[in-house]
């Protein structure tokens, strides 16, 4: 790890010669500005274009049939009913979507969602849920023949420390099968509309070209939720009894949602472009839906020209490496430098304090916010941050999208980084912060909350190497989610650097082959969280929970794959993404419902529900009877 040129900083971008992961190199060529394309993210929210940084666009001068008004997105929840006249649900809104004309795009995101908070309020008859869904939501003419309840599950939201002394639950009910969602034919065309209104470019995408759309990855679902409340006393058990606050602090009342989202996400055939013309002013694009042939949905746009260079004729807002204003360009590269360590030492020793200076970049290296600070929230909500986003949480509650938290994490030594499933004992890796760590406030985005809105986060991170850290290589990911001119794009970019000794180390190497299906555009880095495919094994470093129920690398990852109708794979093939037989010999009544929700009926009902300290030792299967000898029906490594 040579030392930088100044400030005696080190570099810690490392590369895949001296940090071994897993699987093939990356290759992606359809990067921002340097591809062939960008990617175009299009979101609908209760009938209203959305943007993740700008909010809910207005209406412009075409004569579009588009809204007036739109949900309020100022109030602490958007989606609930209005408490009097000073709080509106619906307000004019005062967003604007940009894009960047003579430039080709492609459908890497369509969404449309409906969301309602404190509608339905009876938890032993969704009828009326249902009957909203087919009837009143803007998808409410797709053919909803054959919907049926596809799951009733409990999800571990752990306790909110010093609020509730006891940890909370949220209750999901899935509604799956209907005609349209088992449709795989349909396709979506996509019209560039000048001023006029007339039709200047277009293209036709299959939903089939889009590869994620599963709600356990955050994307597509007919949801029925009931959030913080204590877990059933018995299987059939259905009441919602909410959770008691600590005396003194305002009560975690129980909150009803019901979603009807339609997200698909990850295009596989970036080559099929819609080319914007050479257009200036406002405009519009307009997508038709072969399965509501009548009802196109309308996002008002204004197109952002281009100079003779090709640069986007816009304020420059960003800065290059001499601190000059220049106009920020497409793209998110995350970068961390460090303080070398003392007495010139090409390691960290335990006990010494690591000093890390963050930055986003867009993919022509110009800087996206000051070397010092982040953008506060009230920057980043009214689309004064150079695209870069973080938890807009009134949002997010209502849609249960994912990726829009920028965050930092330090984990290792990553030959440790193992899943914690033993009975007894302390994970065998170290993280700081103990959770993920989110560079701009959660409250940020809310401006009910105007100290922490107005708040530039600093741009530095820094953690003490613990006294008993064990000697190799760390890693820190830094995350960053960015919305400009239409692309919406996530990194995870892993740094390293060493402790305790001079020699590298690597992953344990478990499990991996993540690149069998994820390569070229389907690459990790362009899906969930942006991490690249060879650190797969360094999801841990976030995912470390001690309890299956919350959000665990492996619970989380075989939901995703095993409740997937795109996984190519066998699911008995456990041999696919597990390296070695060890590392598939500890499962748990969590990891085997992805499959099996069913299995041994309510026999370890309770176990679910156990939670507090340790993977509890009932729930681990392998120590009672799948341990030497796991199913015989799935197929696992030799070695």
């Not at 849920?129 to 596809?150: I, P, S, Y």
């Not at 930092?408 to 959770?435: D, K």
Request: hydrophobic share 35%; charged share 20%.
């Amino acid at each position: 790890m040579p030392l930088l040129s100044s400030c005696n900083l080190i570099d810690v971008t490392g590369d895949e010669d001296a940090n071994s992961g897993r699987g093939a190199k990356v290759f992606d060529p359809y990067q921002a500005a340097a591809s062939g394309a960008i990617k175009l993210s299009l979101q609908v929210i209760n009938g209203c274009a959305y943007t993740p940084n700008g909010g809910f666009i207005a209406k412009n001068s075409l004569d579009i049939p588009y809204p007036a008004t739109c949900v309020n997105i100022d109030r602490p929840d958007p989606f609930a009913p209005s408490t009097g006249l000073l709080d509106p649900e619906q307000v004019q809104p005062k967003g604007k979507m940009t894009l960047a004309a003579n430039t080709s795009y492609f459908l890497n995101q369509f969404s449309v969602t409906d969301s309602a908070t404190g509608k339905h309020t009876n938890p032993n008859d969704l009828n009326d849920f249902v009957k909203w869904v087919k009837t009143e939501t803007r998808l409410r003419n797709l053919d909803w023949r054959n919907l049926g309840q596809a799951s009733d599950e409990h999800q571990f939201a752990d306790k909110y420390p010093g609020v509730t002394p006891v940890a909370t639950w949220t209750r999901e009910v899935l509604f799956d099968n209907s005609n349209w969602q088992r449709s795989e034919t349909d396709e979506f065309e996509i019209e560039v509309l000048d001023s006029g209104g007339v039709v200047r470019a277009k293209q036709k995408y299959s939903r089939s070209e889009l590869l994620g759309e599963s709600p356990y990855a955050g994307h597509s679902r007919i949801a029925w939720r009931a959030e913080n409340i204590m877990p059933p006393t018995a299987p059939e058990d259905k009441s919602v009894r909410p959770v008691q606050s600590y005396p003194g602090n305002f009560p975690t009342p129980v909150t009803f949602r019901s979603i009807a989202r339609v997200d698909l996400v990850g295009s596989t055939n970036p080559f099929k472009t819609l080319d914007i013309p050479a257009l200036e002013g406002e405009g519009a694009l307009r997508v038709k839906w072969s399965l509501l042939p009548e009802e196109p949905f309308y996002f008002p746009v204004s197109f952002v020209a281009k100079d003779t260079d090709g640069k986007l004729v816009i304020p420059p807002t960003c800065t290059n490496d001499a601190g000059q204003p220049t106009p920020c360009g497409f793209g998110l590269k995350p970068q961390v430098t460090m303080v070398a360590p003392g007495n010139n030492s090409k390691f960290y020793m335990p006990g010494e304090t690591v000093k890390m200076f963050l930055e986003f970049r867009d993919d022509e290296g110009n800087r996206l916010h000051s070397p010092d600070t982040l953008p506060s929230g009230a920057a980043i909500m009214t689309d004064q941050a150079n695209g870069l986003l973080s938890l807009r949480a009134n949002i997010i509650f209502g849609t249960l999208e994912q990726d829009m938290i920028p965050i930092v994490m330090v984990a290792g030594p990553i030959q440790n980084m193992r899943t914690h499933s033993e009975v007894v004992g302390e994970r065998s890796f170290m993280t700081a912060p103990p959770f993920p760590f989110g560079l701009v406030s959660d409250g940020a985005g809310l401006q009910v909350l105007p100290t922490v809105y107005q708040i530039e986060p600093a741009a530095r991170f820094s953690f003490k190497v613990p006294q008993d850290a064990k000697a190799g290589t760390y890693v820190v990911f830094l995350k960053g989610n960015r919305y400009f001119m239409g692309e919406r794009i996530t990194r995870n970019q892993p740094f390293f650097f060493q402790v305790g000794q001079e020699q590298l180390t690597s992953y344990p190497g478990r499990v991996g082959n993540c690149q069998i299906c994820h390569r070229g555009v389907l690459s990790l880095d362009n899906l969930r969280h942006g991490v690249p495919v060879d650190h797969v094994e360094g999801c841990k470093a976030c995912h470390n929970a001690n309890s299956d129920n919350l959000f665990r690398t492996q619970e989380v990852i075989h939901r995703i794959h095993m409740r997937s109708k795109k996984y190519p794979a066998n699911k008995n093939e456990c041999n696919v993404c597990h390296l070695t037989r060890e590392s598939a010999l500890r499962p748990s009544v969590a990891l085997c419902k992805s499959c099996h929700p069913t299995t041994h009926d309510n026999e370890y009902f309770s176990t679910e529900f156990n939670t507090q300290g340790a993977p509890n030792r009932s729930s681990n299967c392998a120590q009672a009877c799948h341990g030497e000898q796991p199913p015989k029906a799935h197929i696992l490594p030799e070695n």
